[in-house]
T-cell receptor, first 113, second 115 residues
Framework: GENVEQHPSTLSVQEGDSAVIKCTYS??????FPWYKQELGKRPQLIID?????GEKKDQRIAVTLNKTAKHFSLHITETQPEDSAVYFCAAVNTGTASKLTFGTGTRLQVTL | GAGVSQSPSNKVTEKGKDVELRCDPISGHTALYWYRQSLGQGLEFLIY????????KSGLPSDRFSAERTGGSVSTLTIQRTQQEDSAVYLC?????????????FGPGTRLTVT
């Protein structure tokens, strides 16, 4: 089955700086890669996703890049703000099968003033 | 529309007792997942239901854990003979599959405390 590794486990940045979280996956057939954000005490929510037919996707201050050859994808947050502080989870799945979505272990991002 | 709901929101039980946790997915969602999240930890996959296929039970930590999904909708996670290490937040999520609709929607979770 799919295996997703996520780094770093914790990340502290100053407000206004950029943050990058990286994930690698094992199944070359995976074609959908979402990112979820979980604020303290709340449920995870989808913030951005990318499919294997594109290399990059942006939504305001967040972007995701995908390198299919290397089987890794990354979340980039620019101009970080205190409200970006949360745990971020990456995930991967092959949508052409009935296999489950596999999550990474999470990155705790702390944005300091 | 209504999102994923879970009940109870909190459950305190004595060690050795059985508990049942309920998940009501979004109507029409064919995929349903159960996860366990201990304090400050990641999402531990427990079980996955997809349509009429046999569930993927590969994440269940022991035979004390079981789950069923009746009529392709409501799901119940049962933990028998609870142990203190079962204390965690149990999250349910549902999604559709296919096309562009693949977002996984999480419920608010059930916080289980085993004393």
């Amino acid at each position: 089955g799919e295996n997703v590794e996520q780094h770093p486990s914790t990340l502290s940045v100053q407000e206004g700086d950029s943050a990058v979280i990286k994930c690698t996956y094992s199944d070359s057939a995976s074609n959908y890669f979402p990112w979820y954000k979980q604020e303290l005490g709340k449920r995870p929510q989808l913030i951005i996703d990318i499919r294997s037919n594109v290399g990059e996707k942006k939504d305001q201050r967040i972007a995701v890049t995908l390198n299919k050859t290397a089987k890794h994808f990354s979340l980039h947050i620019t101009e970080t703000q205190p409200e970006d502080s949360a745990v971020y989870f990456c995930a991967a799945v092959n949508t052409g099968t009935a296999s489950k979505l596999t999550f990474g272990t999470g990155t705790r991002l702390q944005v300091t003033l | 529309g209504a999102g994923v709901s879970q009940s109870p929101s909190n459950k305190v039980t004595e060690k050795g007792k059985d508990v049942e946790l309920r998940c009501d997915p979004i109507s029409g969602h064919t995929a349903l997942y159960w996860y366990r999240q201990s304090l400050g930890q990641g999402l531990e996959f427990l079980i996955y239901f997809q349509g009429n296929s046999a569930p993927d039970k590969s994440g269940l930590p022991s035979d004390r854990f079981s789950a069923e999904r009746t009529g392709g909708s409501v799901s119940t996670l049962t933990i028998q003979r609870t142990q203190q290490e079962d204390s965690a937040v149990y999250l349910c999520a549902s999604s559709t599959r296919g096309g562009t609709a693949y977002e996984q929607y999480f419920g608010p979770g059930t916080r289980l405390t085993v004393t």
